[in-house]
Each structure stands twice: as structure tokens, then as C-alpha cells.
């Protein structure tokens, strides 16, 4: 079964400071990648996702990139964070093998940015 | 647009009696539901689906009720147990689970 890392767990930036949350994924291959953002009192929102390396779509404009170097490896990044960008960020991962698959969710990321 | 949404922001149920949670979508395109639970500060787990050929699916506790001409959907749980406190999030997908679309989530709160 996939397991999904995130780091770092926590992480408190000044407004201005550059950004780069790593996630990898162990257990599968070529899965499908996908970066959320779960605001304050808010649902998940999907940031980026991607279907195989250096193919990343953006879903909404924002002040965040996304790259996918190798096959289990997603990283979020951005030049210069913006006190909008603080949240608990969340990778995901499906494998595709037919029909209908969930997706699972690593353990998340809480970003403050001050 | 919000496509799939969740009215309710909190619900409080008594341990042991039913917890219906609901979900609302408006795009008819939608054929694979799906519900995920969230303890703070963690990642969603996973709970039940369901695809649009069908009207119920039921795992232990757990069963969702899909009803496509109100473009509705809701998860029961029976009996309610404390650890069932989180929060829900209900998703939807076109086509499979490529890309899932979520609602805004219902705070579940059972009471001893």
C-alpha cells in the first residue's frame, strides 16, 4: 500500500520568504500527484496536480508553483509567501489501475506565514 | 462555483444514535462520491464511495445513500461512537478519481 511522507510538519515563514514543501510517495508507481490547501474553516482546495514527472496543471492562480522532479516526488515552492498563503497543506496520490480509485492523503503540512 | 457542498459546518449527535451527514452537488457530470474523515492535523482517511450506478453502499457502520435526481448524497453512521468525532469531507469526480472535488466539511461531534 502507498505510504505518503510530508515535511517539514510545521513551519512558521515571514511574509516575503521564499517556500518549498517536499512530499514523497513509497509503494507505487507512476501514481498521479496532487497538492491541497485546507484554509482556516475552510474544505480542500486543489492546487496542483500532476500526471507523470515535469507535467504539473494548475487548478487556480496563486503565488505557488509545483514541480515534479522524479516519478514519487512533488514539491510546492514559491518566490515570496503572502499571509493568504498560510494553511494546512496536503499531498495526495492515486495509482491508476482501472475503475475507480480514492485517493490517499499524506499527513499534511501546517503553514503559518507571518 | 462551489460544486459539491456541505451546508451544515457542525453537527452534534448523541453516542449510539445515527449521524446523517449530507452533501449537495450541482454538476450532473459527477459519477463517483466519495466521503473522507479528517482528525486536526492530519491527512483525510479515506472512508466510503460510491458510484453513480448505484443508490446505496453500505460497510459496517458506515453507509452512503446516493440520490441522483436531487443531486444528494449522505453518510450514516450507526451507532455513532466517540471516535467518530472529525471532520467529513464529501468529494466528487467526473470519469473516475482523477481529480476529486471537495466540499467545505461538517465538524461531527459526539457526545458521551
Known amino acids: 500500500s502507498q505510504t505518503i511522507h510530508q515535511w517539514p510538519a510545521t513551519l512558521v515563514q515571514p511574509v516575503g520568504s521564499p517556500l518549498s514543501l517536499e512530499c514523497t510517495v513509497e509503494?507505487?508507481?507512476?501514481?498521479?500527484l496532487y497538492w491541497y490547501r485546507q484554509a482556516a474553516g475552510r474544505g480542500l482546495q486543489l492546487l496542483f496536480y500532476?500526471?507523470?514527472?515535469?507535467?504539473i496543471s494548475s487548478e487556480v492562480p496563486q503565488n505557488l508553483s509545483a514541480s515534479r522532479p522524479q516519478d514519487r516526488q512533488f514539491i510546492l515552492s514559491s518566490k515570496k509567501l503572502l499571509l493568504s498563503d498560510s494553511g494546512f497543506y496536503l499531498c495526495?496520490?492515486?495509482?491508476?489501475?482501472?475503475?475507480?480509485?480514492?485517493?490517499?492523503f499524506g499527513p499534511g503540512t501546517r503553514l503559518t506565514v507571518l | 462555483d462551489q460544486q459539491v457542498k456541505q451546508n451544515s459546518p457542525s453537527l452534534s449527535v448523541q453516542e449510539g444514535r445515527i449521524s446523517i451527514l449530507n452533501c449537495d452537488y450541482t454538476?450532473?457530470?459527477?459519477?463517483?462520491f466519495l466521503w473522507y474523515k479528517k482528525y486536526p492535523a492530519e491527512g483525510p482517511t479515506f472512508l466510503i464511495s460510491?458510484?453513480?450506478?448505484?443508490d446505496k453502499n453500505e460497510d459496517g457502520r458506515f453507509t452512503v445513500f446516493l440520490n441522483k435526481s436531487a443531486k444528494h448524497l449522505s453518510l450514516h453512521i450507526v451507532p455513532s461512537q466517540p471516535g467518530d468525532s472529525a471532520v467529513y469531507f464529501c468529494?466528487?469526480?467526473?470519469?473516475?478519481?482523477?481529480?476529486?472535488?471537495f466540499g467545505q466539511g461538517t465538524r461531527l461531534t459526539i457526545n458521551p
Open positions: 495526495a496520490c492515486i495509482q491508476l489501475a482501472g475503475g475507480y480509485n480514492e485517493q490517499f
Open positions: 509503494g507505487t508507481s507512476n501514481p498521479n
Open positions: 500532476s500526471v507523470g514527472i515535469g507535467q
Open positions: 454538476n450532473s457530470m459527477f459519477d463517483y
Open positions: 460510491i458510484s453513480s450506478i448505484k
Open positions: 468529494a466528487a469526480s467526473v470519469g473516475g478519481a482523477q481529480k476529486l472535488v
